[in-house]
């Protein structure tokens, strides 16, 4: 039988540890279940990817400066250049693979900044020279959002009907796109794919209050917040501040965590305006990474929604500032949707409060999240069934992909 040709597709090695980590889930079924095909990635961070995953990896974008701001004409007429060249671009790769993954990723949602002529653009290119030239494009536990803004809605809308295949990692996001004008009636909702990556051993609570990890990001509101972002991010980033300073007054060791390369201010704002050896910070290169830290904790409380991922994997009991319905969903699927704070409006205060409450109940959260784990790593079983079939029914398949997890 020839071997598969599989692309992977997304902003991968661009310093979004979800991003990179829902790519290294699908890398470990793939290579499980699919030994013998062919990998390789179109992608934000090229180098980045086959560095660190061994794959043969393409730019993206033509236009190295996709993501800086245009102002000068030469900039402006060269990303215009670049959109086309693009086009060409990515059919091409397209042409060369009979399957292609988006794996997870925000990749239907603008819960963050976001322009169409951006990824939701190189999303519609792949989609539609997938369909053009009969490869099949699938949407692997991606996460989607009702879309406000007309442009971005109609290319994501256009890329989920063009997809061979969807799955979605809440109801949440399902239900979105059929609000969106998506037929959804074989669409199926699974766990995030980081649940599926290995699990580090659990640490045993100590007995005495410990250790907390406090996830932070740069975070100025969502796609229609541009007109008081600066507002929404100083609000926040003074609410975890003051949270962040109340903790070591009760002599509890702070670790701050981040999800992506541009957390690194808020990180070092923080350190800036509490000033204390007992807050240090955790220099993350990966979920695993992620995933270490947060089951060393006792408690984490984080922003990022895959630091949340982590934590709940890692067993360890966690809150929320909640940035969009997402982390919602996720807290409440894991038990925990008790525990959640909007990131909007962080009051300390309350947040002492809720962290407080959830400390309390420490020990019945953890034989929750044990027990939820659990049917999570079933259910990501049967993504990955279902995902074989539809991507690869002339494969002779054993399912071993949970055993090696």
């Not at 991606?142 to 809308?157: E, N």
């Not at 994997?313 to 982390?327: D, E, M, R």
């Amino acid at each position: 039988m020839t071997a598969a040709r599989v692309g992977v597709f997304g902003l991968l090695g661009s310093g979004n540890l979800g991003n990179d980590g829902s790519l290294e889930a699908v890398l470990g079924y793939l290579r499980a279940e699919h030994p013998e095909a062919v990998v390789d990635a179109l992608c934000g961070g090229p180098e980045v990817v086959t560095a660190r995953y061994g794959i043969p990896a393409t730019r993206l974008h033509w236009y190295r400066g996709e993501y800086r701001t245009a102002s000068r004409a030469g900039a402006i007429a060269a990303k215009g250049l670049g959109k086309l060249v693009d086009a060409v671009r990515t059919a091409a790769w397209v042409r060369r693979h009979e399957v292609v993954i988006v794996p997870g990723m925000g990749v239907l949602e603008a819960t963050l900044p976001l322009r169409p002529w951006g990824f939701p653009y190189s999303l519609f290119l792949l989609c539609a020279s997938g369909r053009l030239l009969r490869t099949r494009v699938a949407l692997v536990g991606v996460g989607a959002d009702r879309i406000s803004d007309r442009p971005t809605r109609a290319l994501v809308r256009w890329s989920a009907r063009l997809a061979a295949y969807r799955s979605y990692r809440d109801a949440l996001s399902r239900d979105a796109m059929r609000a969106m004008g998506v037929d959804t009636a074989r669409d199926e909702v699974y766990p995030d794919l980081a649940f599926a990556l290995p699990a580090p051993p659990a640490s045993p609570p100590s007995g005495t209050p410990g250790g907390v990890c406090v996830g932070v990001m740069a975070f100025h509101g969502g796609n229609d917040d541009r007109a008081r972002a600066e507002e929404i991010h100083r609000r926040y980033l003074d609410g975890v501040t003051r949270f962040v300073r109340a903790l070591v007054a009760d002599g509890r060791p702070v670790r701050l965590l981040t999800g992506d390369a541009c957390d690194a201010p808020v990180v070092a704002a923080i350190l800036d305006a509490v000033n204390s050896p007992l807050v240090t910070a955790a220099e993350a290169a990966s979920l695993a990474d992620l995933l270490k830290e947060t089951a060393a904790a006792d408690t984490v409380v984080a922003t990022r929604y895959h630091n949340l991922v982590c934590a709940l994997k890692a067993g360890t009991p966690a809150l929320a500032l909640s940035y969009a319905v997402k982390s919602d969903a996720l807290m409440a699927r894991m038990g925990l949707d008790a525990f959640c704070h909007p990131a909007r409006e962080v009051d300390a205060d309350r947040l002492l409060e809720q962290f407080r409450a959830l400390e309390k109940r420490s020990a019945e959260l953890r034989r929750t999240l044990t027990e939820r784990n659990r049917a999570t790593a079933r259910q990501l079983d049967d993504q990955f069934t279902a995902l074989t079939a539809a991507l690869f029914p002339a494969a002779e398949h054993h399912h071993v992909y949970r055993e090696a997890r």
